[in-house]
Antibody, heavy 119, light 111 residues
Framework: QVQLQESGPGLVKPSQTLSLTCTVS??????????WSWIRQPPGKGLEWIGY???????YYNPSVKSRVIISVDTSKNQFSLKLSSGTAADTAVYYC???????????WGQGTLVTVSS | QSVLTQPPSVSGAPGQRVTISCTGS?????????VHWYQQLPGKAPKLLVY???NRASGVPDRFSGSKSGTSASLAITGLQAEDETDYYC???????????FGTGTKVTVL
């Protein structure tokens, strides 16, 4: 059974870069069967898809964050990562990594990690 | 930046039937992209409930059912139970954004 686990700092200062990693077990990113996404949820609010990466390294980002985001993959470690630059309080959220197929549902999610942007 | 609209809340008595609507546009649901539904318990990650408009995920009771018509979709819960009281989100793909979109979310209250 696939499991996803987010890791990274829980506190980021304003204007700095938010960095998170998702470690996948029970499935191989390099199998090419799925797309790997980052999704966030501000406290008390709804879900926002940030972007996805394929095992080949191809990515697509939500236009709302496209200028500030980079998603990368390390198939040797079966991990993918998120970097969101120029952090502001609006980036404070629970960040989830998730697995899905192109255009389809997210069938597996990490437990989520809260990142707070504050001085 | 949700492009799929859901009612903020719905409620019903135990055993009753409630429905949650998800209204989109010709750029997403109306463009024949599939709709998926998630249940999110407090402090937990969303859990896939219904995928591809009407298919229940593994282990999901048949009290939950999904449907889609035109630019909208619906999730119905029949035989409402206390454990169903939580948040629900719809999700689809948007052609204009070339990305995934979620609904605004609905809180179900069991009276």
């Amino acid at each position: 059974q696939v499991q996803l686990q987010e890791s990274g700092p829980g506190l980021v200062k304003p204007s700095q870069t938010l960095s998170l990693t998702c470690t996948v077990s029970g499935d191989s990113i390099s199998s090419g069967n799925h797309y790997w996404s980052w999704i966030r949820q501000p406290p008390g609010k709804g879900l926002e898809w940030i972007g996805y990466i394929y095992y080949s390294g191809s990515t697509y980002y939500n236009p709302s964050v496209k200028s500030r985001v980079i998603i990368s993959v390390d198939t040797s470690k079966n991990q993918f990562s998120l970097k969101l630059s120029s952090g502001t309080a609006a980036d404070t959220a629970v960040y989830y990594c998730a697995r899905g197929r192109a255009g389809e549902a997210f069938d597996s999610w990490g437990q989520g990690t809260l990142v707070t942007v504050s001085s | 930046q949700s492009v799929l609209t859901q009612p903020p809340s719905v409620s019903g008595a135990p055993g009753q039937r409630v429905t949650i609507s998800c209204t989109g546009s010709r750029s997403n649901i109306g463009a024949d992209f599939r709709v998926h539904w998630y249940q999110q318990l407090p402090g937990k990650a969303p859990k896939l409930l219904v995928y591809d408009n009407r298919n229940r995920a593994s282990g999901v009771p048949d009290r939950f059912s999904g449907s889609k018509s035109g630019t909208s979709a619906s999730l119905a819960i029949t035989g409402l139970q206390a454990e169903d009281e939580t948040d629900y989100y719809c999700q689809s793909y948007d052609r204009s954004l070339s990305g995934y979109v979620f609904g605004t979310g609905t809180k179900v209250t069991v009276l």
